[in-house]
T-cell receptor, first 111, second 115 residues
Framework: AQRVTQPEKLLSVFKGAPVELKCNYS??????LFWYVQYSRQRLQLLLR??SRESIKGFTADLNKGETSFHLKKPFAQEEDSAMYYC?????????????FGTGTKLQVIP | DAGVIQSPRHEVTEMGQEVTLRCKPI?????LFWYRQTMMRGLELLIY????????DSGMPEDRFSAKMPNASFSTLKIQPSEPRDSAVYFC?????????????FGAGTRLSVL
């Protein structure tokens, strides 16, 4: 069975400071990793997925299979980044496999 | 497309009452999911459907919870009888088949308060 761990429930940083939201996973096979974000009064939505290897809103995340991590990073935090962030994992195999979400980290950017 | 539509947005009920949450997925999506969000446990998958058929209901907490999907455009999550510990935000999400089958599109959620 797969598991996703987000060790921090709340992360507070000052505007302009670097951000790193931690995500660790356990899964014996090949995983597909995602970050979802929920801004205040908005729907939960996909931020990025590791197979796309893209930067969204200045955020990047690299899959580190050795450390089984998929940390979300941004060099300079902005106030509009304040939101709830969820890391999620799906087994990368044929057919549909359910997605497992972490418990989420609330990012608070202090002006 | 208006996205995934959930109703009601807010529900306040008394312990012991029946609660029915509703969801309309995005047209053409083959998968539908029901999640529960709480501060303590984060986002938990309750059940998901593929082509209207329940595939995995292992996350449904107990027999008081049931979910149906009578057709491709409608699903319900029912709690009977409701209890205060059921208070949470319930999300519905849908997902297409094909290359983007692993991306989930969420509704705005139903905030349930059981007094």
């Amino acid at each position: 069975a797969q598991r996703v761990t987000q060790p921090e429930k709340l992360l507070s940083v000052f505007k302009g400071a670097p951000v790193e939201l931690k995500c660790n996973y356990s899964y014996s096979g090949s995983p597909e990793l995602f970050w979802y974000v929920q801004y205040s009064r908005q729907r939960l939505q996909l931020l990025l997925r590791h197979i796309s290897r893209e930067s969204i809103k200045g955020f990047t995340a690299d899959l580190n299979k050795g450390e089984t991590s998929f940390h979300l990073k941004k060099p300079f935090a902005q106030e509009e980044d304040s939101a709830m962030y969820y890391c999620a994992l799906r087994p990368y195999s044929g057919g549909y496999q359910k997605v497992t979400f972490g418990t989420g980290t609330k990012l608070q950017v202090i002006p | 497309d208006a996205g995934v539509i959930q109703s009601p947005r807010h529900e306040v009920t008394e312990m012991g009452q029946e609660v029915t949450l509703r969801c309309k997925p995005i047209s053409g999506h083959d998968y539908l999911f029901w999640y529960r969000q709480t501060m303590m446990r984060g986002l938990e998958l309750l059940i998901y459907f593929n082509n209207n058929v329940p595939i995995d209901d292992s996350g449904m907490p107990e027999d008081r919870f049931s979910a149906k999907m009578p057709n491709a455009s409608f699903s319900t999550l029912k709690i009977q009888p409701s209890e205060p510990r059921d208070s949470a935000v319930y999300f519905c999400a849908s997902s297409p088949s094909g290359g983007y089958k692993n991306i989930q599109y969420f509704g705005a959620g139903t905030r349930l308060s059981v007094l």
